[in-house]
C-alpha cells in the first residue's frame, strides 16, 4: 500500500513559566523578543524576519541552514497569518513552511496562556497537514519543545 500524501497530526505541548501571562505574551508580541527566542539559532542565518502582531497581520521567517545543519545551504520559509489574538490569553497563526522551494506542511497553531499560582501555563495546540519531504509531526514537536526551552531563556533575561 502507499504512503499516503498528506499526514495529519495534532499534537498538544504544557509548559509552566513562573513569569505572569502579561510577560509571556510580550515575549510572542515585541518582534525583537520573538527574533531572539524563536529565529535565532547557531544553525541558521536569518535572511527575513517580518511579523505585523495583529489580526490579520502577516508573519515571514526565511533562515538558510549552515554548513553544520541537517539540510546545508537550503532554505526554510515560513509564512503565516495571525487569525485571533487575545492580550496575555490566545495567539492563532496559521502557516505554510517551504524546504528548497518545496511546501512540506501547513499548520495551525494555538497558544493559551492560562494564569497559575506560580506563573503562567502556556497551552501550545499544533494540528498540522505534513507533506511529502517534512520529517513528519515529531520532527516538529521536538521544534516546538526546543522553541519553548529557548523562550524560558527568554523570560529569564
Known amino acids: 500500500m502507499p504512503e499516503p500524501n498528506v499526514l495529519h497530526n495534532t ?26 527566542w524563536y529565529a535565532e539559532s547557531p544553525n541558521h542565518d536569518i535572511e527575513e524576519f517580518t511579523m505585523d502582531f495583529r489580526v490579520g497581520g502577516p508573519e515571514r521567517h526565511a533562515y538558510r541552514f549552515k554548513a553544520t ?21 490566545r495567539i492563532v497563526t496559521t502557516s505554510t513552511m517551504t524546504l528548497g522551494g518545496k511546501r512540506i506542511s ?9 494564569p497559575s499560582e506560580n506563573g503562567t501555563t502556556l497551552i501550545c495546540t499544533h ?5 511529502e519531504g517534512s520529517g513528519g509531526p515529531a520532527m516538529r514537536e521536538h521544534g516546538w519543545q526546543t522553541l519553548f526551552d529557548r523562550l524560558a531563556t527568554e523570560l529569564a533575561r
Not at 499534537?11 to 520573538?34: G, L, M, N, T
Not at 541537517?70 to 490569553?89: A, H, Y
Not at 501547513?106 to 492560562?114: D, H, Y
Open 127 to 131: 494540528q498540522g497537514a505534513f507533506f
Open 69 to 89: 545543519a541537517p539540510f546545508p545551504g537550503v532554505m526554510l520559509e515560513s509564512e503565516g497569518v495571525f487569525q485571533d489574538i487575545v492580550p496575555d490569553q
Open 106 to 114: 501547513s499548520s495551525l497553531v494555538t497558544i493559551e496562556l492560562i
Open 11 to 36: 499534537f498538544v505541548i504544557e509548559r509552566a513559566y513562573s513569569q505572569p501571562p502579561a510577560r509571556v505574551f510580550a515575549a510572542f508580541a515585541d518582534p525583537a523578543k520573538k527574533r531572539r
